[in-house]
């Protein structure tokens, strides 16, 4: 496996409003690394990733995608890899949900077959298979959500290349806990193919389920980053969310659990 | 919402297409087989039929069809552009931008005129299709942030642009004689009635390049109606595709509006109607939606020629008077439909 980053980050600076703005952030993901961005709300977490996504203007720093610079890729070439999920998406056409889902194969020049072998699995992935003939404006926010999400494993879907790279900003909000457990498998399994994923989530528990490192911000601030036992300590979530934390081993699976 | 098989529709559009042609070079004050345009005038009579076909019935059943084409093409574009299934050429203030740059021509170019037909016509596109293109940017600048296109405030400044350019029309009009207050007055209203060869060829010119460059976008669209950012994330580069197929559009409706003027509500109708039958997919939508288009402002101006006959409506008034409770009707069903906000 590559061990150069997938995603790299350096002295990132971002004005979001003149209240807030990112200050020297600094994120390396590997292929089959899992990042979770967490943070109390406003601190700069979307913001971050849609700066990543070259959305929101850097005033310093840069974003390099395997070793080149995010904006030096051709727009095409960089979507067969790089597939992003934004915290909310407003669709308000009447298109099935395979149809949907299809959408994410528009930069790959794959077979109709193979599209339909794609994005089968992909509905799969995320337990939507049973709603593949369905109208997506009929279904629940968080059946939606996870057809987006759906969509989005549809465009990186491949079985080689570990240069690829999942962005989701909050994949868990409106999912109940059977499908936010789902999530967590995802994630782990594009991250098995060495894809590097990137994820805002807010609930600490599932993001030490499925991240490997962890990047801590308020108010546009790094305030702690690297390993869960780094990070996800009583003293620093206390003094970041302002709640008395405890911090426990979930005895099933060995990740932190934090118990407020 | 159930679903038609989308090659069955094409297929069976593709069929009336033909059909309904032949029926309109039929029917009209007299009626004449369609097969006299080949074959020898042996007798007045007969030249005199092949005539009718040849200057009358076939140019203005040929405009028909393209502009019909066009228009509805222009609307599925424009929906999917705006990501708005009521965004339509005359709501977004496309229509009266293109009738005050053709006044404009009209009275402040008529010494470049000089009488010259071809010269004249193409300089009154090229008002047409700049105010076309004007009104279109300003609506989607106003209506845009930089949290998307908000439906509300792109209805409302199409409202507004067309107040302006109606009011510049008028006062193009104050500064206008006789001659060009006639020619003004024909875009005021949409009417086949003057098609001659040289608008036809005009039309079809703008009706080529809207059908050779918009399937080029199919997936584009199908992308946008994810959101802006979303097409970003698949590749699309939006601000490019935004530009060119608004550029487009704009073009195709300054022509129509030029060759038969203000046609309401074909734009609108069209491509909400097939996108009900077969589903958004512009892969689809877009022959679909161009077959139906001029399949309906045929029929539209069939029934325009023949409901006072010997005398004519203008179809322009027709369309309007069928779409715009069309249009209502789709208005409330999305309203209810919505989100609130969002309307």
């Known amino acids: ?260 | 919402m159930e679903r038609i098989d989308s090659h069955r529709l094409i297929m069976a559009l593709l069929f009336l297409l033909p059909v309904l042609t032949l029926c309109y070079l039929s029917f009209g004050p007299s009626i004449i087989s369609p097969l006299r345009l080949f074959g020898n005038p042996e007798s007045i009579e007969l030249a005199r039929e092949q005539v009718i076909l040849s200057a009358i019935r076939l140019p203005r059943a040929l405009m028909a069809i393209l502009v019909g084409a066009s228009l509805a093409v222009c609307g599925a574009v424009m929906q999917g552009l705006f990501r708005n299934p009521l965004a339509d050429p005359s709501l977004i203030g496309v229509s009266s931008g293109a009738s005050a740059g053709a006044s404009f021509m009209i009275v402040f170019g008529a010494s470049i005129l000089q009488g010259n037909q071809i010269l004249g016509l193409s300089l009154v596109s090229l008002g047409a299709v700049l105010g076309a293109v004007l009104a279109v940017f300003l609506v989607y600048r106003l209506a845009t942030n930089r949290y998307g296109t908000s439906v509300i405030t792109m209805l409302l400044s199409g409202v507004a642009i067309g107040a302006v350019a109606s009011a510049l029309n008028n006062l193009f009009t104050y500064f206008a004689d006789s001659v060009m207050l006639r020619r003004i007055s024909v875009w005021e209203m949409g009417n086949l009635e003057g098609a001659s060869w040289e608008r036809v060829l005009l039309m079809a010119i703008a009706a080529l390049v809207l059908l050779w460059r918009v399937p080029r976008y199919r997936q584009a669209l199908n992308a946008f109606l994810l959101g802006e950012s979303e097409a970003r994330y698949l590749g699309i580069d939006v601000e490019w595709v935004k530009k060119e197929l608004i550029i487009i559009t704009a073009f195709a409706v300054g022509v129509s509006v030029v060759v038969v003027g203000n046609i309401a509500f074909v734009g609108l109708v069209v491509p909400h109607i097939l996108r009900g039958a077969i589903g958004p997919d512009h892969r689809y939508l877009i022959p679909a939606t161009a077959l139906a288009g001029a399949i309906l402002l045929l029929l539209a101006d069939m029934a325009a020629r023949t409901i006072i006959a010997p005398a004519e409506l203008p179809a322009g008034i027709l369309t309007a008077l069928v779409g715009a409770p069309v249009f209502f009707t789709l208005l409330v069903k999305s309203r209810s439909l919505n989100n609130p906000e969002r309307l």
């Not at chain 1, 900003?169 to 806990?177: G, I, K, R």
């Not at chain 1, 994630?187 to 600490?204: K, N, P």
């Open chain 1, 1 to 260: 496996m590559n061990s150069q980053a997938t995603l790299q980050l350096t002295g990132l600076n971002v004005v979001i409003h003149p209240g807030l703005s990112l200050q020297d952030i600094e994120l390396s993901i590997r292929p089959g690394e899992v990042a979770a961005v967490i943070g109390p709300n406003g601190a700069g977490k979307t913001s971050l990733l849609r700066a990543i996504c070259d959305e929101l203007e850097s005033s310093a720093g840069r974003v390099e995608l395997n070793q080149r610079n995010w904006q030096q890729w051709p727009q095409q070439e960089r979507a067969k890899i790089v597939s992003i999920l934004p915290q909310r998406s407003t669709l308000e056409f009447p298109f099935t949900v395979n149809e949907v889902v299809n959408l994410g194969r528009i930069p790959h020049s794959t077979s109709a077959q193979e599209n339909h072998r794609i994005v089968t699995a992909a509905l799969e992935l995320v337990d939507c298979a049973q709603f593949a003939e369905q109208f997506y404006l009929n279904l629940s926010g968080g059946e939606k959500q996870r057809v987006q999400l759906a969509r989005v494993a549809a465009q990186i879907w491949s079985t080689q290349a570990d240069n690829r790279c999942l962005i989701l900003d909050e994949p868990s909000a409106s999912l109940d806990l059977a499908h936010q457990a789902r999530i967590v498998e995802m994630i782990r399994f594009f991250a098995e193919q060495g894809v590097a994923v990137v994820t805002v989530l807010h609930d600490l528990n599932l993001a030490s389920k499925c991240a490997d490192k962890f990047l801590l911000l308020d108010k546009g601030k790094t305030v702690a980053s690297g390993s869960a036992e780094e990070v996800l300590t009583e003293q620093i979530i206390g003094e970041t969310f302002g709640v008395q934390a405890q911090v426990g081993t979930n005895e099933r699976d060995g990740s932190r659990l934090i118990i407020t």
